[in-house]
């Protein structure tokens, strides 16, 4: 009879890797990233005028950039006065 031996995980340094949602590439962090904001979040809100509890919310990951340059006016993103979200 073999002995089923069951293989501890072993350690890594695999940090978590977000995917760009306009672009599809890979959103780095740290020193190689494009934007000192990246990653970003984009928050969708559905049925924005009903109440709260009838508002289904999805959260997608892009680059800062990505998002900019889609946007219908681009001046619109004012990052200087954006605030932690605890705060806003
Ligand atoms: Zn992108």
Redesign the pocket.
């Known amino acids: 009879m073999s002995k089923i031996v069951a293989l501890k995980p072993t350690p890594t340094k695999r940090r978590l890797t977000f995917q760009?949602c306009?672009?599809g590439?890979a959103i780095e962090e740290g020193e190689s990233r494009r934007h000192p904001l990246d990653p970003c979040a984009v928050v969708l809100i559905g049925n924005w005028t009903a109440s709260d509890p009838e508002q289904p919310s999805q959260q997608f990951f892009?680059?800062m950039e990505?998002f900019r340059s889609r946007l219908n006016e681009p001046r619109d993103l004012d990052i200087d006065t954006m605030v932690p979200g605890d705060q806003a």
Do not use: A, F, L, T
Request: hydrophobic share 0%; charged share 0%.
């Open positions: 760009c306009y672009c590439g892009c680059h990505c």
